[in-house]
């Protein structure tokens, strides 16, 4: 008999309030980890291309088990008196249109049918060569990342650019190289502590490399510039493209507050980029018509509050700096809903799991 779990009010909004831990067997986790690398592989085509089906080309193909069928089929005898039996028929070859059937009418392949078979040629797939291959190289092994595979694939990196160096590459080919790099490892959110500790090291040992990621950082305040809302009654195509790039937004933040935990970014760029979005963040509750905006705004804020950061042993952060966020957060997580037009019940719940950090 199947046993039956009873919840209070209270198990539920506990739940609701702290979560739940729940631990993914590594084969699940492997799986999930696998369909990461594709969908956030640059290769990665997102929206499949169906080409229509070329219907012709199709029946030609089918033309001699037709013709087989209609004169006489498998033991060569027909009672309808074709090829099989000795009656007449043409020499060219037939089709049969789909739906009738072998005595009713019968059209001969045309021309440009035939023209088709014998202009037919195998797709030739493009072979990269120099620095492409190494790039290539690149790209696969850092789309391959996993627990398991991350001392194998830093090792493959490492020498691919390695060998890339040993080539004289120009300037553009090396920032070409190094923002590759930057693109793959900081939009990968399942994995952005392994790849911020993977881009910790080619930082150290490669100039080009980190001359892209100081350029990468010093923009950093802009991408809190590009928030928005799109309904996708409106607009679906654009919805969709506001749900991707908010996606890669947090994939990226998550990516430098990880590169704080290998000290390749100060903390006080963090504490920098909280306040700002705190005070912005003001503004907009008291606006109409800005929940979604002020709810992503929160998500971005829940990923840069990160407990390992902010932590009693961690002396490298501004006392003050910390004390005006977290006043704020406390603030507005102790609000009402109708307090501010734009401040929604799920907001105030995701600030209250700061706060409980």
Same mark, same amino acid.
């Given at each position: 008999?199947?046993?039956v779990y009873?919840?209070?009010i209270?198990?539920?909004?506990?739940?609701?309030?702290?979560g739940?831990?729940?631990?993914?067997?590594?084969?699940?986790?492997?799986?999930?980890?696998?369909?990461?690398?594709?969908?956030?592989?640059?290769?990665?085509?997102?929206?499949?291309?169906?080409?229509?089906q070329?219907?012709?080309?199709?029946?030609?193909?089918?033309?001699?088990?037709?013709?087989?069928?209609?004169y006489?089929?498998?033991?060569?005898?027909?009672?309808g008196?074709?090829?099989?039996?000795?009656?007449?028929?043409?020499?060219?070859?037939?089709?049969?249109?789909?739906?009738?059937?072998?005595?009713?009418?019968?059209?001969?392949?045309?021309?440009?049918d035939?023209?088709t078979?014998r202009?037919?040629?195998?797709?030739?797939?493009?072979?990269?060569e120099?620095?492409?291959?190494?790039?290539?190289?690149?790209?696969?092994?850092?789309?391959?990342?996993?627990?398991?595979?991350y001392?194998?694939?830093?090792?493959n990196?490492i020498?691919?650019?390695?060998?890339?160096?040993?080539?004289?590459?120009?300037?553009?080919?090396?920032?070409?190289?190094?923002? +590759? /790099?930057?693109? $793959?490892?900081?939009?990968?959110?399942?994995?952005? @502590?392994? %790849?911020?500790n !993977?881009? *910790?090291?080619? #930082?150290?040992?490669?100039?080009?490399?980190?001359?892209?990621?100081?350029?990468?950082?010093?923009?950093?305040?802009?991408?809190?510039?590009?928030?928005?809302?799109?309904?996708?009654?409106?607009?679906?195509d654009?919805f969709?493209?506001?749900?991707?790039?908010?996606?890669?937004?947090?994939?990226?933040?998550?990516?430098?507050?990880?590169?704080?935990?290998?000290?390749?970014?100060?903390?006080?760029?963090?504490?920098?980029l909280?306040?700002?979005?705190?005070?912005?963040l003001?503004i907009?509750?008291?606006?109409?018509?800005?929940?979604?905006?002020?709810?992503?705004?929160?998500?971005?804020?829940?990923?840069?509050y990160?407990k390992?950061?902010?932590?009693?042993?961690?002396k490298?952060?501004?006392?003050?700096?910390?004390?005006? +966020? /977290?006043?704020? $957060?406390?603030?507005?997580?102790?609000?009402?809903? @109708?307090? %501010?037009?734009? !401040?929604? *019940?799920?907001? #105030?719940?995701?600030l209250?799991?700061?706060?409980?950090?």
């Amino acid at each position: 008999m199947a046993q039956v779990y009873k919840y209070t009010i209270h198990d539920i909004n506990n739940i609701i309030l702290n979560g739940f831990e729940y631990k993914l067997n590594d084969d699940v986790v492997e799986v999930i980890s696998n369909l990461t690398s594709e969908v956030g592989s640059p290769t990665y085509i997102k929206t499949p291309n169906f080409q229509k089906q070329n219907t012709e080309n199709d029946d030609i193909k089918t033309q001699k088990y037709q013709s087989r069928s209609i004169y006489g089929g498998v033991g060569g005898s027909s009672s309808g008196g074709g090829v099989g039996s000795g009656g007449s028929g043409k020499n060219s070859s037939i089709k049969r249109h789909k739906g009738m059937s072998n005595k009713q009418h019968l059209d001969p392949v045309k021309d440009d049918d035939w023209e088709t078979i014998r202009t037919f040629s195998t797709t030739k797939m493009e072979q990269h060569e120099g620095i492409d291959v190494f790039i290539d190289n690149i790209r696969s092994n850092l789309n391959k990342m996993s627990i398991k595979t991350y001392d194998e694939i830093n090792t493959n990196v490492i020498s691919n650019i390695d060998q890339l160096i040993s080539q004289n590459i120009s300037h553009e080919e090396s920032h070409k190289i190094s923002s +590759i /790099i930057f693109d $793959i490892v900081s939009s990968n959110r399942f994995y952005s @502590k392994l %790849y911020a500790n !993977l881009y *910790s090291n080619l #930082i150290s040992k490669y100039e080009f490399i980190k001359l892209v990621f100081k350029e990468k950082e010093a923009s950093l305040g802009d991408i809190l510039n590009n928030v928005y809302y799109v309904s996708p009654d409106e607009n679906y195509d654009l919805f969709c493209k506001m749900n991707n790039e908010n996606e890669k937004r947090k994939a990226l933040i998550s990516f430098f507050v990880n590169l704080v935990l290998y000290d390749v970014i100060a903390i006080c760029k963090i504490e920098e980029l909280l306040i700002q979005l705190l005070d912005n963040l003001n503004i907009l509750i008291k606006e109409e018509n800005k929940k979604f905006v002020v709810d992503e705004y929160i998500e971005i804020i829940f990923i840069l509050y990160n407990k390992e950061l902010f932590n009693n042993e961690n002396k490298n952060f501004s006392v003050d700096n910390h004390t005006k +966020i /977290i006043e704020t $957060i406390k603030h507005l997580a102790g609000v009402k809903v @109708k307090t %501010y037009p734009s !401040l929604s *019940s799920k907001s #105030i719940f995701k600030l209250m799991d700061i706060v409980e950090m």
